[in-house]
């Protein structure tokens, strides 16, 4: 593999990732209240689709980025934590397709486990 | 003061000064417009380039798709170059992640520039060629192109 695909890798992964802060960051903002629950439906599709691009994107075993050696070396759990993800944000889309916000919040607090996974599988940012 | 009281040295000192004042104002406004085109246009790469991954992840790729994703990015390939005129980098309340080395090691950046053009170029060929497992090939590469000149010139958020 030559370096710039499997830097094309890393950077597929951490868009993927980045596009779940840009979502999140908006589902947390309509679940508050401070936004109008029109994008319910297209933001938790989104979470979704993006939940089930990752564990193809974090399958080659291509250690860079900030991601921890142990998301290959502990893949079994890694990768249960991907799916557990993939299976909770489809629910999450199925009661966002139905605005159904209640369910979508009450869901919000264990369907993510963004930091709970961070803590384990990724390093510090890079100093600037 | 009322102007024909001035003297018309005076007169002409404020002409000077009025007319500087006139000239200044889109001077100083460019660069934030400058930075707004470079920002808006690497956010429809972005765009472009997760609407091609997207469609590559699809069970079978429209080749529509690919193709006009690919002409987005094949446009900002090209407009790339024009993205970073001088005085439009970091200064102080102005918000842009690039680096001040961008206008330091010219041609070190020039480099990463091609270097994301050719991928955009290879892409554009592959698509051409219909082989979806080289197009995924290709879309890698280019990847590996933005984050080799992200890593050395783009501010890391978070």
Redesign the interface.
């Known amino acids: 593999m ?11 992964r ?2 993927l990732m980045l ?1 779940f ?1 840009k979502d999140a960051e908006l589902l947390g903002e309509i679940a508050a209240g401070l936004k109008p629950k029109d994008k319910l439906a297209e933001v938790t599709a989104s979470i979704a ?1 993006t939940a089930a ?1 990752s564990k ?1 994107a974090f399958e080659p075993r291509v250690p860079g980025g900030r991601a921890k050696p142990e998301v290959w070396s502990n893949w079994a759990d890694y990768s249960r934590r991907l799916d557990d993800l993939e299976k909770n944000t489809k629910q999450l889309a199925e009661f966002g397709a139905k605005g159904d916000l209640t369910s979508v919040t009450n869901m919000l607090g264990g369907a993510l486990q963004c930091k709970e996974c961070h803590d384990v599988y990724r390093g510090p ?2 100093p ?1 | 003061m009322t102007i024909d009281r001035l003297k018309p040295a005076k007169l002409r000192a404020l002409a000077v000064i009025v007319f500087a004042g006139i000239a200044a104002a889109p001077l100083l406004a460019a660069p934030a417009d400058q930075i707004r085109t470079r920002i808006d246009g690497y956010r429809d790469l972005g765009a472009a380039f997760k609407t091609l991954n997207d469609g590559l992840r699809a069970p079978s790729p429209q080749p529509a798709v690919l193709r006009a994703a690919t002409q987005r990015i094949r446009a900002a390939a090209s407009h790339q170059y024009g993205w970073y005129p001088a005085g439009s980098g970091p200064r102080p309340g102005v918000k842009t992640a690039a680096k001040p080395e961008i206008w330091t090691q010219g041609p070190r950046f020039r480099q990463l520039q091609d270097g994301f053009a050719a991928q955009a170029g290879a892409l554009e060929r592959a698509v051409g060629g219909g082989n979806v497992a080289a197009i995924r090939t290709a879309a890698r590469s280019l990847g590996g192109s933005c984050k080799a000149c992200h890593d050395q010139f783009r501010v890391e958020k978070n």
């Open positions: 030559s370096k710039a695909e499997a830097d094309g890798i890393i950077f597929e951490q868009n596009q802060d689709e691009a193809g940012k890079k600037a």
